[in-house]
């Protein structure tokens, strides 16, 4: 049985940063394509990142990338997503993800889904 567990959500000051966690069993994060999703209120789930293993490029969506960072400890079978300057638009339930094929991932039909952590940015 696959699971994700997601931590580190809470609510943060805008301009702030947060260290989200998934945490994997039944798979090996290396042995997959891993990603970051989140779903504002009353709005789609957006896909934010993935990480490329194999000392790949990660990659980001364009609105978050120059204030995200997606990294992957396979020791500890631990995905992390670093996000700074942090704003209300932020606020979201974020959702770490996995699939064996990107382009699955990517267009948001993975195969394994955690259960979210909220993450919630004041003004």
């Known amino acids: 049985q696959v699971t994700l567990v997601e931590s580190g959500g809470g609510l943060v000051q805008g301009g702030g940063s947060l260290r989200l966690s998934c945490g994997a069993s039944?798979?090996?994060?290396?042995?997959?394509?891993m990603g970051w999703f989140r779903q504002a209120p009353g709005k789609e789930c957006d896909f934010l990142a993935n990480?490329?293993?194999?000392?790949?490029?990660?990659y980001y969506r364009e609105s978050v990338k120059a204030r995200s960072t997606i990294s992957g400890d396979p020791a500890t079978n631990t995905m992390y997503l670093q996000m700074n300057s942090l704003k209300p638009e932020d606020t979201a339930v974020y959702y770490c993800?996995?699939?064996?094929?990107?382009?699955?991932?990517?267009?948001?039909?993975?195969?394994?889904w955690g259960q979210g952590t909220q993450v919630t940015v004041s003004s």
């Open positions: 993800a996995a699939d064996g094929i990107t382009s699955r991932l990517r267009g948001g039909v993975p195969d394994y």
């Open positions: 039944g798979i090996m994060i290396s042995r997959y394509v």
């Open positions: 990480l490329v293993w194999s000392g790949g490029t990660p």
